[in-house]
Structures are given as structure tokens and as C-alpha cells.
Nanobody, 120 residues
Framework: VQLQASGGGWVQAGGSLRLSCVASGSIFSIYAMAWHRQAPGKQRELVAGITTDHTTNYADSVKGRFTISRDNRKNSVYLQMNALKPEDTAVYYC???????????????WGQGTLVTVSS
């Protein structure tokens, strides 16, 4: 599966952004999807994931602020980010892994990343 992420940009602290990721080349509905991020000088971390049956999980640092969703008709996964903080600044990557009704431990397909910058 090929993944194309978009929606990053610059926003002031407290603002919102919505990231989108469109998948192609495979049957989207069989993939668990996730958003990861990597800040400068830090390791990549899982931000949010969603299974094929729409079960979600979130990193503690984004719970209550970020929402992951998917639309199988549009082969897309989204990340709504509210109440953004400067520490959310990172390159955000969408990822996919075939996995029915479960959250995989690792993801094999990755998009190119989209930069989110949150200023204080």
C-alpha cells in the first residue's frame, strides 16, 4: 500500500490542524492505521492508532486533544489535532499494517511525513 499524507503546517499554540492520509494500491479496509511523529533529536513515537473495526488508542500526551478516524470509502485516515502545544511540533507520519480487528505491534508501510510546527 502507498500512503500520502497532507495537512501539516504552522499554527499557534492552542490552535488546530487536521492531517489526512490517503492510501492506494491495496484493500484499505484490511489495514490497521496509525499516526506516528518524530520531533528533532527524538525517536519516532506512536501518536494514535485505529483498527479495522475502528477501535482507537492514543499516546498519553495527546489523549483528549487528538482524534484519529478513518473513512474506508475514501481510503483515508485522519488526525484531528486540537489544543496544540509547542511540544507537538514534529514530522507526522501515517502508517499501515494488514491486521484484522487488532492493533499491530509494528507497521510495515509508511507515508512521506508532513511537518507540524506549533509556535508558543
Amino acid at each position: 500500500v502507498q500512503l500520502q499524507a497532507s495537512g501539516g503546517g504552522w499554527v499557534q499554540a492552542g490552535g488546530s490542524l487536521r492531517l489526512s492520509c490517503v492510501a492506494s494500491g491495496s484493500i484499505f479496509s484490511i489495514y490497521a492505521m496509525a499516526w506516528h511523529r518524530q520531533a528533532p533529536g527524538k525517536q519516532r513515537e506512536l501518536v494514535a492508532g485505529i483498527t479495522t473495526d475502528h477501535t482507537t488508542n492514543y499516546a498519553d500526551s495527546v489523549k483528549g486533544r487528538f482524534t484519529i478516524s478513518r473513512d474506508n470509502r475514501k481510503n483515508s485516515v485522519y488526525l484531528q489535532m486540537n489544543a496544540l502545544k509547542p511540544e507537538d511540533t514534529a514530522v507526522y507520519y501515517c502508517a499501515a499494517q494488514p491486521a484484522i480487528a487488532t492493533m499491530p505491534l509494528s507497521f510495515g508501510s509508511w507515508g512521506q511525513g508532513t511537518l507540524v510546527t506549533v509556535s508558543s
